[in-house]
C-alpha cells in the first residue's frame, strides 16, 4: 500500500514534482510566447505540457495510487480524462459548425 | 472482498486507519471525477465560445503574461506546501503540519487577491461578464475556479481550527488529506486554465 | 411585484388547484396534531439515515409525482382528442407539456429508481448500510425540496413553458420572460445535486461493502446495474449541473451564453443539455435492467443467463452513452461528418442490449415459470421495449431522422422505451420489493388488472402514434385541424390513456386495500428469492444483518438456503453493531436550499443569500460534527432478532 512512502525523510516527491511543474509552466509560456512556432503545432505542445503536469501532479502530489483503491482511483481519473476529452473535444467538433 | 483480511496497524498512515477514514477518501476521489466533468463542461463552453467576442475586447487584448505569471506561481507554490503539509501530518508534527497549512493558505489569498484584482481591472476597462459570450464563458469558467479555490481556505480554516482543539487523530487526518486532495486539484484545474484560458488566448 | 404576478390568476383550474393545496395542507397538520404524530415523524422520517427509511420515502414521492404528471398527459390527451378543441390554449398545452416531462424523468423516474436502489442494494450486498448515510438523507431531502420548487410554480409565478428541454433561444428571457424557466433552471440544480451524491454514494457503498466473499463477479445483476448506474451519474450530472448554471446566468444576470447577439450560441444549449441528456436516459434504463434480471431469474427458477456477458454488455452501454448525445439533434445542422459518426455509435449501442434481451429470453427457456404480477410486468417488457427499440435504430440514421424528428414518431419510440422499460420495471420491483419494505405483499389479483388495464392502455395510446408521426403530426401542438386524417388515431389514443389512468387508481386502492388485508410476509422470503435482501426479516431489523454474511458463489442466498438451508446466525457470533445517528440537519440544508433557491427564482436576492448562508451555515456545523454513531449491544440485537422471528 505504499506503507513506505510516509517514512521517507525528505519530501523528494513533492520537490520533484514542484521543480518539474515549474519547468513545464515555463517551457509552455516559452513555446506560446516566443518559438514561433505555426499556432496548431504550438496548441498541440502546450496542452501536451499540460497533461504531462496534471499527470505528474496526480502522482507525486496527490499519490493517486496509494492505498487499497489506489487501483480504483487511477481508474477513475483516467475515465474522468476520458469524459472531458470527449466533452471539450466533442463539444468544440461539433459545434464548430456555427458561423 | 479483502478487506477484512488486511491488518490496519502502525504502518498504515494515520488517515486510513478507519473504515470511515478509507471509505471517505475513496469518496473524495470520485467526487473529484465528478469536479473533472465539471471542469470540462466549463471549458467546452470557453472554448466554443472565446472566439466570441461581439464587440468586445479580446483575450490578447486583456490577458497580461505578468498577472498570469504571478497567479500560477503562487498557487502552485501553496500546492507544493500542501504537499509539505500532509508530508509533516504522516511524520506525526502537528506543529509542521499547522506551519505549512497556514503558509498553503496563505499563497491562496494572495491568488484569490491577484485574481480578484485582474477581475476589476478587467471590469474598469468595460470588460464585463455581460459584454459578450467569451467574457461571460471567461469569468464564469475562471470565477469557478476561484470560488472553489475560496471555498478550500475557508474549509482549511475549519480544519485548522479542529487541529488545534483535537489534535492529531485519525479523524482530523483524513479531514487534511481530503482537503489537500481537493486544493492539489485545484491547482490541476488551473494547469489547464493557464494553458487554455491565458496561453492560448495570448496567441490566437 | 404584484398579487397577480406572484400568484397564478385567472383561471378556475388553478384555483381548484389552489383549494386543493390549501385543503390538504391543513389535512396534513390536523392529523398529526390530531394522532400527536409530530415527534414520530420527525424523529422516525425527518431525521432518519436509515437506507430503507429513505428508499421509501423515494417511492412515495415518485408515486405522488406519477399522479401529477399523468394528470397532465390525460389533459393534454383531452386537448388533442379532436381538432380545434379549446379545452387549453397554447400557453397552458406548453406549460403541460413541459411539467409532464420534467416531472416524469426527473421527479418519478429517477426516485422510484433511487428508492428501490437504496432499499435493496445495500441488502442484497450484505451491508448494513449505504457508505455515508448522513449524505443519502441529504440527497433524499435536496430531491424533495427542488421537487418542492417544481412543484409549486404551477400556482405561485407560473409553470416553465419550453418543455422539458428548455432549449434556447425560447428558454431565455427575451422569449420567456416570467419566472417559470427559472423554476426550472433552479429546481432542476438542487435535486441535481442530490442526485449526484447518490452517485458517489453508491459507487463507494458497491465497491467497498460488500460482504466478505462476494467478489464483482458473484453480484447480483441489480447491484451491478446500480454500481454502472453510480459511474454514469458521477460524471454526467456534473454537465447537467453546469448547463443549468449557465442557464440561470443568462437568465438572472444577463450573461451571453446562449443569447442570439454578442457572441452567443444558442445551439451551445442543446449540445451541453444532451450531453447530460443521454446518459441519463441509461441511468433510468440500466437499473430496469436489473430489476428485470432479478425478476426473471426468482420467477423462472433458474439462474440468469450469460452472467458474464450480461455484465460486458451493462459496461458496454454505459461507455457508448457517453458519445451518442447528436442523435438528439441530427438535424441542428452539424454536418453529415458528425451525424454519421454519432449515427454509428447510436446504432452499437443497440447491439449489447440486444445481447440482454436474448440472456433474459434463455433464462426463461426451460424454466418453472410463475406469473406472478412483477413476472407479467417483466414478461411484458420484453415485447414492448423491442419495439421502443427497434424504432430507436430507425431515428438513429441521421438521413432518415429529419423526417422523424420531433414528430409523433419519436414520441412513440421513447414512451415505448421510457414506459415498457423504467415504468414497467419500477411497477415489477415494486410488487417484488414490497413484502420486504412493508411487511405484507401487494395484492396479487388487483395488481393483475392494473398490469392488463395499464399495459393494454399503453399500447393502444402509443402505438396509434408511430403512425400520426409518419402521417406528419408534430410534437409539441397544442391542437390541429380537421381534415388531415389525425383525428381517429388520436381518439384511439386518448381512449389508451384513460385504461393507464384507471390502472393507476387500481394500483392505488391496491396499496390501500394491501395495507389493510394483504397478506404478512412471514418468512422475509415469500418469492423463494436468491439472493441476500430475502435473507433478512421483511422489513428487514434496522440493522439489516445480525452478522454479517459469508459469500460463497453467485445468488448467495440461494445456495445458502441449498447447503445449510438458509442464513444461520449462532448467537456467539453477535458483535455489537455499529449505526449513524440521526441528523435533522440535512432536512434543514435542504429547507435553506429551497429558501436560497426560491429566492433567485424572483430575484429576491437577500433571501437567497440568506438561505446560502444558512447553507454554508450547515456544512460548518457538519464540519464540526463529533458525533461519531452508536453501538446496538448484543442483548439488543438478541430481543430485535426474536422479535423479528416472532412477529413474522
Known sequence: MGANSHRESFPWKHIIGFVLSLVLTFAALWVALSSGLPLKAMIVIIVLFAMIQASLQLFMFMHVAESDSGKVQTFNMVYSFFIAVVVVAGSVWVMQFVL | MGEAAHRYDETMPLEYRTEEGRLNILGFWIFLGAEIALFATLFATYLVLFQRTGSGPTAQELFQVKDVLVETLLLLTSSFTCGLAVFEMRRGRLAGLLTWLLVTLLLGVGFITFEIREFIHYVHEGATMQTSAFLSSFFVLVGTHGAHVSLGIGWMVLIMIQLLQRGLTPKTARKVFIVSLYWHFLDVVWIFIFTLVYLLGMVV | ?648
Open chain 3, 1 to 648: 411585484m404584484k398579487w397577480s404576478e406572484f400568484f397564478v390568476t385567472g383561471e378556475p383550474l388553478i384555483y381548484a388547484a389552489d383549494v386543493a393545496i390549501v385543503l390538504t395542507m391543513i389535512g396534513i397538520v390536523f392529523v398529526l396534531t390530531y394522532f400527536k404524530k409530530w415527534k414520530w415523524l420527525w424523529n422516525e422520517w425527518l431525521t432518519t439515515v436509515d437506507h430503507k427509511k429513505i428508499g421509501v420515502m423515494y417511492i412515495i414521492c415518485a408515486v405522488l409525482m406519477l399522479f401529477r404528471g399523468g394528470v397532465d398527459a390525460l389533459l393534454m390527451r383531452a386537448q388533442l382528442t379532436a381538432p380545434n378543441m379549446k379545452f387549453l390554449d397554447a400557453q397552458h398545452y406548453n406549460e403541460i407539456f413541459t411539467t409532464h416531462g420534467t416531472i416524469m424523468i426527473l421527479f418519478m423516474a429517477m426516485p422510484f429508481i433511487i428508492g428501490l436502489m437504496n432499499i435493496v442494494v445495500p441488502l442484497q450486498i450484505g451491508a448494513r448500510d449505504v457508505a455515508f448515510p448522513y449524505l443519502n438523507a441529504l440527497s433524499f431531502w435536496l430531491f424533495f425540496f427542488g421537487a418542492m420548487l417544481f412543484n409549486i410554480s404551477f400556482v405561485i409565478g407560473g409553470s416553465p413553458d419550453a418543455g422539458w428541454t428548455a432549449y434556447f433561444p425560447l428558454a431565455s428571457n427575451e422569449f420567456s420572460h416570467g419566472v417559470g424557466n427559472n423554476y426550472y433552471a433552479i429546481a432542476l440544480q438542487i435535486s441535481g445535486i442530490g442526485t449526484l451524491m447518490t452517485g458517489i454514494n453508491f459507487l463507494v457503498t458497491i465497491l467497498k461493502m460488500r460482504a466478505p466473499g462476494m467478489t464483482l463477479m458473484r453480484m447480483p445483476m441489480f447491484t451491478w446495474t446500480i454500481l454502472i448506474t453510480s459511474v454514469l451519474i458521477v460524471f454526467a450530472f456534473p454537465v447537467l449541473t453546469v448547463a443549468l448554471a449557465l442557464m440561470t446566468f443568462d437568465r438572472l444576470f444577463d450573461t451571453q451564453f446562449f443569447t442570439m447577439a454578442n457572441g452567443g450560441m444558442s445551439m451551445l444549449w442543446a449540445n451541453l443539455f444532451w450531453i447530460w441528456g443521454h446518459p441519463e436516459v441509461y441511468i433510468v434504463i440500466l437499473p430496469a435492467f436489473g430489476i428485470f434480471s432479478e425478476v426473471v431469474s426468482t420467477f423462472a427458477q433458474k439462474r440468469l443467463f450469460g452472467y458474464k456477458a450480461m455484465v460486458g454488455s451493462i459496461v458496454g452501454i454505459a461507455f457508448l452513452s457517453f458519445i451518442v448525445w447528436v442523435h438528439h439533434f441530427f438535424t441542428m445542422g452539424a454536418g453529415p461528418a458528425v451525424n454519421s459518426v454519432f449515427s454509428i455509435t447510436t446504432m452499437a449501442i443497440a447491439i449489447p442490449t440486444g445481447v440482454k434481451i436474448f440472456n433474459w429470453l434463455f433464462t426463461l427457456r426451460k424454466g418453472k415459470i410463475r406469473f406472478t404480477t412483477a413476472m407479467l410486468w417483466s414478461l411484458a417488457f420484453i415485447p414492448n421495449f423491442v419495439i421502443g427499440g427497434v424504432t430507436g435504430v430507425m431515428l438513429a440514421m441521421a438521413a432518415a431522422d429529419y423526417q422523424y424528428h420531433n414528430s409523433y414518431f419519436l414520441i412513440a419510440h421513447f414512451h415505448y422505451v421510457l414506459i415498457a422499460g423504467t415504468v414497467f420495471a419500477c411497477f415489477a420491483g415494486l410488487h417484488y420489493w414490497y413484502p420486504k419494505m412493508f411487511g405484507h405483499l401487494l395484492n396479487e389479483r388487483l395488481g393483475k388488472w392494473t398490469f392488463w388495464l395499464f399495459m393494454i392502455g399503453f399500447n393502444v395510446c402509443f402505438f396509434p402514434m408511430y403512425f400520426l408521426g409518419l402521417m406528419g403530426m408534430t410534437r409539441r401542438m397544442y391542437t390541429y385541424s380537421d381534415g388531415l386524417g389525425w383525428t381517429p388515431l388520436n381518439v384511439v389514443a386518448t381512449v389508451g390513456a384513460v385504461l393507464m389512468g384507471l390502472g393507476f387508481i387500481v394500483l392505488c386502492y391496491n396499496i390501500y386495500y394491501s395495507a389493510r388485508y394483504g397478506e404478512r410476509d412471514m418468512t422475509g422470503d415469500p418469492w423463494n428469492g436468491r439472493t441476500l435482501e430475502w435473507a433478512t426479516a421483511s422489513p428487514p431489523v434496522h440493522y439489516n444483518f445480525p452478522v454479517v454474511p459469508i459469500v460463497d458463489d453467485l445468488d448467495a442466498y440461494w445456495v445458502m438456503k441449498k447447503k445449510q438451508g438458509g442464513f444461520e446466525v449462532k448467537e456467539e457470533e453477535l458483535k455489537p453493531i455499529h449505526m449513524p445517528s440521526h441528523s435533522g440537519r440535512p432536512f434543514w440544508m435542504a429547507v435553506a436550499f429551497f429558501v436560497a433557491g426560491f429566492g433567485l427564482v424572483f430575484k429576491w436576492f437577500t433571501l437567497a443569500i440568506a438561505g446560502a448562508l444558512f447553507i454554508v451555515l450547515g456544512l460548518v456545523f457538519r464540519s464540526f460534527e463529533n458525533d461519531d454513531g452508536y453501538y446496538i449491544g448484543i442483548d439488543e440485537i438478541k430481543r430485535a432478532e426474536r422479535a423479528a422471528r416472532k412477529g413474522a
